[in-house]
């Protein structure tokens, strides 16, 4: 007899383990990329802040909430499925947020790769979690697969966003001495 979903969760304990402290650490590690933006001469708004930092940080959270529900002692697993079902349509809905944030006019000019990572893939990453949690309230084995992948899309969009803001902030400081 195959296993359930729910008692896949098990084999992937450490995955999540893994993944969700990471969110959780690279979390924290925004607050000083922000200390460094705040030290800065570089003539920014919250506009920018909110359309490229402040997303990260919500990435970096969405990961931890993920392994967070799928470390949860669940005696069903359909309530997991639909607690990422809900953070799949958050994301979803704060990817949409984003987009009008990107769309507002700053003195920063948005490039091909701006768009793509901060809105394509995560809105790729939200859009699978939401196809997963469906196989996974059907007890889909293939459904855990596609969470991992979600997650893991998610923490690596942070991570890049967070090094494209530092990065950015260290050149135009440069660019200014």
């Known amino acids: 007899m195959e296993t359930s979903a729910l008692s896949a969760f098990a084999h992937w304990e450490s995955f ?31 506009k920018e802040i909110n359309a490229f930092a402040t997303p990260a940080v919500v990435h970096f959270s969405a990961v931890l909430l993920i392994s967070a529900v799928l470390s949860a002692p669940w005696s069903d697993g359909r309530v997991a499925a639909y607690a990422l079902g809900l953070s799949a349509l958050a994301g979803i809905g704060y990817m949409i947020i984003v987009l009008r944030r990107m769309l507002q006019p700053t003195p920063y000019q948005k490039v091909f790769e701006d768009w793509a990572w901060h809105l394509v893939l995560p809105f790729l990453a939200y859009s699978t979690l939401l196809v997963a949690h469906l196989g996974l309230r059907h007890d889909h084995h293939w459904a855990l697969y596609a969470i991992g992948g979600s997650a893991l899309l998610l923490l690596f969009v942070g991570i890049h966003n967070a090094w494209d803001t530092v990065v950015y902030m260290v050149v135009s400081q440069r660019k200014e001495s």
Not at 22 to 33: E, H, K, N, P, R
Not at 38 to 43: G, R
């Open 16 to 46: 999540y383990v893994i993944v969700g402290s990471s969110g959780g650490a690279l979390t924290g590690l925004m607050f000083v990329v922000i200390t460094l933006i705040a030290d800065s001469k570089q003539p920014r708004t919250l």
